[in-house]
């Protein structure tokens, strides 16, 4: 991975405070300064009455599909509470949108069947073969679109869409919002949340910030967000990753198409 091109730059990281540490260090290690911002808090969902019955019942599905390493880190996080083990068990095959997902789902003892060459949730019905008639588990977060569940219902699948966690909006970190008033070279966002998010914690100030710096978006639905909010988006990569995301924000930097 080449992040040369963000030698000397300051960059501004949305994402949850424990989730942006990984693209922190990418970024020190290349002699950038990463400024956390955090715009998401990431909550369990108050009731776990419906997540403990999936979990109960993980033997009548057939697919268990997973759109974000938060939900994979929540539904086995409460399977070892409610079993003893973190492992999903089940025998049911098992999707993921992308590749931190999957790493995710790897490292908790369960292998993902299928990801998507394509890291966004609208490419994983392809890869799952015919699904009529056959249960799936899908444990989303609750604010998240409904087009994957929508597109499996189509195919003839029975879905049983599972909200397990909620995003709100954390209090603003002022030392952190005094940095990017200072002045910063790009602000990364990662999901619609995180663009959302930052809009409403920065209000009227919001324009003028994003004005001075670069902003990139990690893929196509997130840049969407922005652009609804009347947000120019400078950088979208070609890989949905967060590491894809830094590259291709050096590859800007660095004059190159990114």
Same mark, same amino acid.
């Given at each position: ?93 098992? $999707?993921? %949108? *992308?590749?931190? #997902? @999957?790493?995710?789902?790897? !490292?908790? +003892?369960?292998?993902?069947?299928? /990801? &998507?060459? =394509? ?96 902003? $990139?978006? %990690? *893929?196509?639905? #997130? @840049?969407?967000?922005?652009? !609804?909010? +009347?947000?120019?988006?400078?950088? /979208? &990569?070609? =890989? ?19």
């Amino acid at each position: 991975m080449n992040l040369r091109g963000l030698a000397g730059k300051r960059i501004v990281l949305t994402r949850p405070r424990a989730q942006a540490q990984v693209m922190a260090e990418a970024l020190r290690r290349h002699e950038a300064t990463p400024i956390l911002f955090p715009t998401i808090e990431i909550v369990p969902t108050d009731d776990m009455t419906n997540l403990d019955r999936a979990i109960d019942a993980l033997a009548e599905f057939q697919w268990l599909v997973f759109t974000s390493v938060t939900g994979v880190t929540v539904f086995a996080d409460r399977c070892e509470e409610r079993t003893g083990s973190a492992t999903m068990l089940g025998g049911a095959r098992i $999707a993921a %949108i *992308g590749p931190a #997902t @999957a790493g995710e789902l790897t !490292r908790r +003892g369960a292998t993902p069947e299928f /990801v &998507p060459e =394509e890291f966004v949730a609208e490419r994983i019905p392809e890869g799952m073969g015919d699904v009529r008639g056959q249960s799936v588990l899908l444990p989303r977060a609750a604010r998240a679109r409904k087009d994957l569940t929508k597109e499996l219902e189509h195919r003839g699948a029975m879905v049983y869409d599972l909200p397990i966690y909620d995003t709100r909006v954390p209090a603003v970190d002022a030392h952190a919002l005094a940095e990017i008033e200072h002045g910063v070279d790009a602000v990364t966002f990662t999901s619609s949340s995180t663009v959302e998010h930052f809009a409403e914690l920065t209000g009227t100030r919001c324009t003028p910030l994003l004005e001075r710096s670069t902003v $990139a978006c %990690i *893929g196509p639905i #997130t @840049a969407d967000a922005a652009e !609804r909010l +009347g947000i120019r988006v400078d950088v /979208v &990569p070609r =890989e949905y990753t967060t590491m894809g995301l830094l590259e291709a924000l050096a590859h800007h930097f660095d004059g190159r198409d990114g």
